[in-house]
């Protein structure tokens, strides 16, 4: 990757991936159902939180800059088995995330076109059918509502064009960043005259049942925790950062410190416009708030519009980030490899994609939005303690790798706080959210025990078949989204009836005996790079050298990059240590 970002691309990627549907949507529930005004609080300790945990993720991105996020900074460094659990519960995180943004999309298109057209929707076919309780901790039953078709809708329509294909150009994702942030500022400065001193007294509401009180403020805290999850996108351009070490610090920092800012006042502005207890179980708190006040429809408009916009855009990050998920986790033999198998056509990961959209619509469909916040956020929660424990036992088991960025402060200073605040967080959550991820997390070890652990390919070459060897190579040629050059598509077109082991072999200029060699090659060479004979990381990095990378060509037809490959195979049989990718 070529080191093009940046500390102002850095910072306006951290501000892109944070702001969402934590802001638009789950402020409101928040305040309403934990925290009261205090809900200000709530958006400090998570975004200390996320801070901290952002550094961890930063120092392992630079080591192991391959798919799979925490899942495979965790099998580098705890093993299989949590490796699995993790990756079982990022799972959960991507498609319920993208199920709660669709009920705020819902909400929000429900009031667009009855303040722009007049035109009003029905709450049978725009809610769901049951609510949660948070006070009694129980479901209750949404009478009149039966279904929300709305957000139905806009997930099987991401789904449908992420099964298509779709390329974002750079100017297409700033644009939306932008329209993000003036709406933000929008709602801050014109409803802020507004602002009533009586609706923030009792700053914190006395405890009543399970709502409110200083625990309020951490339940809350658990919620509003949605609004910042999608920071690590900066943590994950280590590689591509001009200088890791003084700006990725930069980058995270910043955009933290600009989103935690901009989320307290809108916050702030929220609670001293409207009674927090007027906000219970509204998915659009923003427009909703407005609606007591006259001459604010053309605001109202615009917000919904910019929301609607920007929480398109998290749907489509989130169901797309899921097939990265699920393909990592079937190379590694850890799900039947059709969940790794692009599209003939469209060379896209159908199968987990239709999977994710079509579970994410029936989630949306009849779940509240505070619900399926809860259930993202607590499993978030999980991936960050486990992040953060990952760097420390890195620091000991791996003191000499080469990083791009280090978290400061040593092993403990940053990781250990960030677990440990992560944990109280989750602790304090529902008692039913916890049962919720426990429960889904002892599905997934069931489905370890019976597939996962028997197929595993980590740490047993053996298992490697000439056949898996050819299903993921051009795949993961694609995911990575370098270009095959005009020569590979020219030949993927001549010779499409012919042999399909043969194609991917020229296609990527590598025989099968030669991509044998190179995994067995590589391997020795991890092993001796790390000075570990513990295959559960030396094989995984090992697999990602071997892999064929993109082939470039030059006007004459030939590989152009032909020579240095081949100076950095004569470094890896004298074992140099320093092959870098």
């Known amino acids: 990757m070529k080191r093009v970002l940046s500390r102002l691309d850095l910072i306006a990627i951290g501000i892109g991936a944070i702001i969402g549907t934590g802001i638009f949507v789950l402020t409101g529930v928040a305040a309403a159902e934990n925290a009261g005004p205090a809900v200000i609080v709530s958006f400090i300790i998570a975004g200390v939180v996320s801070g901290l945990s952002a550094f961890s993720y930063s120092e392992l991105a630079s080591m192991l800059p391959i798919s799979g996020s925490a899942y495979t900074y965790t099998y580098a460094t705890m093993g299989e088995l949590i490796a699995w659990i993790i990756g079982w519960d ?36 725009t809610q769901a059918p049951v609510i949660w309780d948070n006070k009694d901790l129980a479901f209750r039953v949404n009478h009149g509502s039966y279904i929300n078709i709305p957000a139905i809708f806009i997930s099987l329509a991401v789904t449908l064009v992420l099964v298509l294909g779709i390329k974002q150009a750079s100017w297409v994702n700033k644009t939306v960043v932008v329209i993000k942030i003036v709406v933000v500022l929008l709602f801050i400065f014109g409803a802020c005259r507004y602002v009533d001193r009586d609706n923030y007294s009792p700053f914190v509401p006395p405890r009543e049942g399970n709502s409110f009180g200083a625990q309020g403020v951490f339940k809350g805290t658990q919620r509003v925790f949605f609004a910042y999850i999608g920071f690590d996108a900066v943590s994950t351009t280590a590689q591509e950062a001009k200088n890791p070490q003084r700006d990725l610090p930069w980058g995270i920092c910043v955009s933290l410190g600009i989103c935690t800012a901009l989320y307290i006042a809108v916050s702030a502005v929220l ?19 407005l609606q007591s006040y006259a001459n604010t429809k053309w605001l109202r408009i615009i917000i919904e519009l910019g929301a609607i916009c920007g929480l ?23 799900f039947p490899r059709v969940f790794g198998r692009l599209h003939r056509r469209f060379k896209t990961p159908f199968v987990p994609t239709v999977l994710s959209g079509v579970v994410c ?14 259930m993202t956020s607590v499993g978030t929660l999980l991936a960050f303690i486990l992040v953060n424990i990952g760097v420390v036992i890195m620091r000991f088991t791996h003191p000499d790798a080469e990083r791009g960025f280090r978290v400061p ?60 060897m050819a299903y993921f ?97 004569a470094d890896l049989e004298q074992g140099k240590l320093g092959r870098h990718h």
Request: proline fraction near 4%; hydrophobic fraction near 40%.
């Open 361 to 374: 619509a029936a989630l949306a469909g009849i779940l509240p939005v505070d619900l399926l916040g809860d």
């Open 90 to 125: 990022l799972i959960l995180e991507y498609m319920v995330g993208a199920a709660t943004v669709a009920v705020g999309w819902s909400a929000y298109i429900v009031d667009f076109f009855d303040d722009a057209f007049g035109v009003k929707f029905t709450p049978k076919t």
């Open 473 to 569: 190579q051009d795949t993961f040629g694609d995911d990575e989204g370098q270009g095959k050059g005009r020569r590979r598509e020219e030949e993927e077109e001549e010779e499409e009836e012919g042999s399909q082991k043969a194609t991917q072999s020229e296609a990527v200029g590598v025989s099968y005996d030669a991509y044998d060699e190179r995994i067995r090659d590589s391997t020795d060479y991890f092993e001796t790079y790390t000075n570990t004979n513990t295959k559960k990381i030396s094989y995984t990095t090992a697999l990602q050298f071997a892999m064929p990378q993109p082939v470039h060509y030059d006007e004459h037809g030939l590989e152009a990059d032909q020579e240095e490959a081949d100076q950095e195979e």
């Open 271 to 289: 609670c001293g416009i409207i009674s927090y207890k007027e906000l219970k179980g509204v998915a659009s708190p923003l427009t909703f708030a």
């Open 312 to 334: 398109t855009s998290v749907i489509l990050i989130s169901l797309m980030g899921q097939p990265r998920i699920f393909f990592t986790m079937s190379r590694d033999g850890m």
């Open 409 to 468: 402060g040593g092993p403990f200073l940053i990781p250990v706080p960030g677990a440990i605040i992560a944990l109280v967080v989750l602790v304090l959550s529902d008692g039913p959210t916890i049962y919720r991820l426990f429960i889904w997390l002892a599905v997934g070890l069931v489905v370890y025990a019976l597939f996962g652990y028997r197929y595993s390919r980590v740490g047993h070459p053996e298992r490697w078949s000439a056949e898996d």
